[in-house]
């Protein structure tokens, strides 16, 4: 687990001018004293001191040998893919990120890769998956949107039966309670639009690689592929992690309250949350993350429809309707009717994502207001005409 002096002080000072922050250096190109002699960068795409500092940043929270921005969170998946050849398969957690899911299935099944979807939090159903075509063992823990949790170790032993690399979406949990790393995984992605970036305001995805052979591959496919993070949005990537362990223990505490607050609700039929001591692994939650279980909380309704759902997400005031996750104030959102909504509705079904899942990102707002706020959304529930909103008032 990062702590937030190493974080704070990994971040260097410029050496030219001492200023306290990472200069932007918003260039394309660097003058070389010679042809091939030069500062350590020739091409912004090849490098960049700002990405440069972001990934030595990143890479020292993760504990990894080098690590790499990319654009977006699916650019840096994408990056991933590309160890893979045609013939080779995959083994991935069935509820996957629906970006994910069609980049697999639209893109690179195309191309002759295979993926089994599995239970990850199930040992026995990713070993029933392997073979000796299995290349990569891809897992979310939590899982976006049921917050299903996969034993990391367990899986990292399971990996090496067959040579295959273990890669790990670190999104959901961030670098400050979960270091997959450290676990045994070869490969961790995140988006870091989400906890690393903090204040959705950028799109940006990274990989950290544990050795150097596969971190020669994956900068090989940087540069050759071309999808680097902007000098600006490494630099505010840099600023949202200065402040990534405050958040991050104020978005938990939020969430578990909220969860223990949904399963009093009538409304409710499940609450989807790794802190509540009921949830199915909740003991290997609270060991690998460090009993910090993260900001995300799903819950489905006891009337299950979209239509429901619906009604609930129109009528929060606090919690905002939008995709996303991570940032400093509340989202909420359909999983079935936008972030998995290019994901099969049966295969949606089997995953657990109903039509009433509603997920809520917690942010670092006043608990009670945050209560309040799904309080007063769920009067709207089962009902055709929406009332009068309790904000709207005298």
């Not at 190493?6 to 030219?16: E, K, R, S, Y």
Request: net charge neutral; hydrophobic share 40%.
């Amino acid at each position: 687990m990062s702590n937030i002096t190493d974080i704070l002080h990994a971040i260097p000072a410029d050496p030219l001018t001492g200023s306290i922050t990472v200069p932007v250096y918003q260039t394309s190109t660097f003058v070389q004293e010679s042809p091939g002699v030069n500062k350590g960068y020739d091409y912004a795409r090849t490098g960049n001191p700002t990405r440069h500092a972001l990934e030595t940043l990143v890479n020292k929270m993760e504990h990894g040998h080098q690590a790499f921005a990319f654009a977006t969170g699916l650019a840096a998946i994408d990056a991933v893919l590309k160890l893979l050849s045609a013939g080779d398969e995959i083994i991935a957690v069935d509820d996957i990120y629906g970006g994910a899911f069609r980049l697999f299935n639209k893109v690179y099944a195309k191309l002759g890769i295979k993926v089994h979807y599995v239970d990850t939090s199930d040992p026995i159903q990713i070993i029933s998956r392997l073979s000796d075509k299995t290349r990569l063992i891809w897992i979310e823990t939590p899982t976006n949107p049921t917050l299903k949790i996969s034993d990391i170790k367990s899986i990292a032993n399971i990996a090496k039966r067959t040579d295959a690399l273990l890669v790990v979406d670190n999104t959901f949990a961030s670098p400050i309670s979960q270091n997959p790393l450290l676990l045994g995984a070869d490969i961790v992605v995140h988006s870091a639009t989400k906890y690393l970036g903090g204040h959705s305001d950028l799109v940006a995805g990274i990989v950290v690689a544990k050795d150097r052979e596969i971190a020669e591959q994956i900068k090989f496919i940087q540069n050759a592929s071309g999808g680097v993070l902007s000098p600006w949005d490494c630099f505010l990537v840099i600023r949202g992690i200065e402040t990534i362990e405050l958040r991050v223990h104020r978005q938990s505490a939020n969430a578990l309250e909220i969860a223990k607050y949904l399963q009093t609700r009538p409304e409710v039929s499940a609450v989807y949350y790794p802190g509540l001591e009921d949830h199915k692994n909740h003991l290997i939650a609270r060991d690998q993350q460090n009993g910090i279980f993260g900001g995300v909380v799903s819950f489905s309704l006891t009337e299950d429809s979209s239509e429901n759902a619906i009604r609930f997400v129109e009528n929060t005031k606090y919690f905002k309707l939008a995709e996303s996750l991570g940032g400093v104030k509340s989202l909420v959102s359909v999983p079935s009717l936008m972030t998995h909504a290019s994901i099969p509705r049966d295969r949606r079904l089997r995953a657990g994502i109903t039509d009433s899942l509603i997920r809520l990102s917690c942010g670092i707002e006043d608990v009670n207001d945050l209560k309040k706020d799904i309080r007063n959304a769920l009067q709207f529930v089962n009902k055709s005409i929406k009332t009068e909103s309790v904000f709207s008032r005298a």
